[in-house]
């Protein structure tokens, strides 16, 4: 570590060169969606089963409430983000 005669503080020795078209995993998962070098957005599909009438809905991870079609029962609840499965 060496200090600069301008202002006395350390400097550490840090690479300036950074990877753009290799960006590692971790690090394009902190970007915005939009920001990402391939652009790619944060929500899935996900097929739930109900426990009782065994009938497949195709539910989004973003969704607002969605209802069983066989019992009309209750399969996610909007959370503001992510949709919480019942």
């Given amino acids: 570590m ?10 550490n020795n840090m690479p300036l060169t950074k990877n753009l078209l290799n960006p590692s995993l971790q690090e394009e998962k902190r970007k915005h969606k939009k920001k990402r070098l391939v652009q790619s957005s944060d929500s899935y ?13 195709t539910i989004c991870s973003h969704a607002q409430t969605v209802l069983c079609v066989g019992r009309s029962t209750v399969l996610c609840q909007p ?4 949709a919480r499965l019942r």
Avoid: A, E, S, V
């Avoid at 060496?2 to 400097?11: E, Q, S, T």
């Avoid at 599909?45 to 809905?57: E, S």
């Avoid at 959370?79 to 992510?82: I, L, V």
């Fill in 45 to 57: 599909f996900m097929d739930k089963k109900h426990p009782q009438c065994y009938k497949i809905t």
């Fill in 79 to 82: 959370t503001g983000g992510k």
């Fill in 2 to 11: 060496r200090l600069c005669g301008c202002d006395n503080l350390p400097h």
